[in-house]
């Protein structure tokens, strides 16, 4: 019961700062992240959320970093001119997801009630699949990056979302995947490209999108405006310092 009620709170305060934008909103509504970030940070670092710092990105419109073969990772802010300006449709709420690490591990749900509310039992069954694959740590995942599932959920035909990574406990605190607002995703016979494109038509802004050929995934991740592009080829590296857990952290013993 304890965990229902502090799951119930933190969903009713994301859906304090989170109102997804659907057809039959009213006018002019416009979805915000939960937990807004300062305006900085509308760009995150390079390699993991995207490509340059919030002030950089405004002036240059993008980066690039090369390595040895070529450009490995370019980043742009996405002009507000082509962004999405109509109300999203509404989800039909269905979403089912596989853990890439552990395939044992699945969750097929609807996100909302048959009121239209949001289901705490079925938010609790996601944050489970979703949680930090090295920690066992769980957040509660952002409510608009949910409905953003849901939408791509349907869109190709209610194929399972697998999921590369979603919520992290790690070291670098900045990052969205350590706030629960990013996932990294691959679906079963249909091309990152394709998954990326559609993504992009819901962009209303405060949206990240970024795309990794190498490893095959797409990133998408609730941020503050601007909203950002990037492609990065560098290799996986899971075991990057920055990924793994906060310092003095220790697994907890199992209890008899």
Not at 100 to 124: C, F, R
Not at 141 to 154: A, F, K, V
Request: proline content about 7%.
């Amino acid at each position: 019961m304890l965990r229902r009620a502090t799951l119930g709170g933190a969903v009713l305060l994301a859906m304090a700062f989170v109102r997804p934008a659907f057809a039959d909103d009213e006018p002019g509504a416009e979805p915000e992240s939960a937990a807004p970030a300062p305006a900085a940070s509308a760009a995150a670092d390079a390699g993991d959320d995207s490509g340059a710092s919030g002030r950089a990105s405004r002036k240059r419109r993008g980066k690039a970093r090369r390595g040895k073969h070529g450009a490995k990772f370019a980043g742009r802010v996405v002009d507000e001119n082509v962004l999405r300006t109509d109300p999203l449709p509404r989800p039909s709420g269905n979403l089912e997801i596989v853990s890439v690490n552990n395939p044992n591990e699945h969750a097929k749900v609807n996100i909302y009630n048959k009121d239209g509310s949001y289901s705490l039992e079925s938010l609790e069954e996601l944050n489970l699949v979703l949680r930090c694959r090295r920690t066992d740590d769980e957040k509660p995942i952002d409510i608009q990056l949910l409905t953003w599932m849901s939408l791509i959920y349907d869109h190709f035909g209610g194929k399972p979302l697998q999921i590369v990574s979603a919520y992290r406990n790690q070291r670098k605190q900045s990052s969205n995947h350590a706030k629960g607002r990013a996932m990294d995703i691959r679906i079963e016979g249909v091309s990152p490209k394709q998954v990326r494109a559609f993504a992009e038509t819901l962009d209303r802004g405060g949206m990240g999108i970024g795309f990794y050929p190498v490893s095959q995934f797409v990133h998408i991740d609730v941020r503050s405006p601007p909203s950002y592009r990037w492609t990065d080829r560098s290799p996986p590296n899971s075991n990057a310092a920055e990924k793994r857990p906060p310092r003095g952290w220790h697994r907890k013993k199992l209890e008899s």
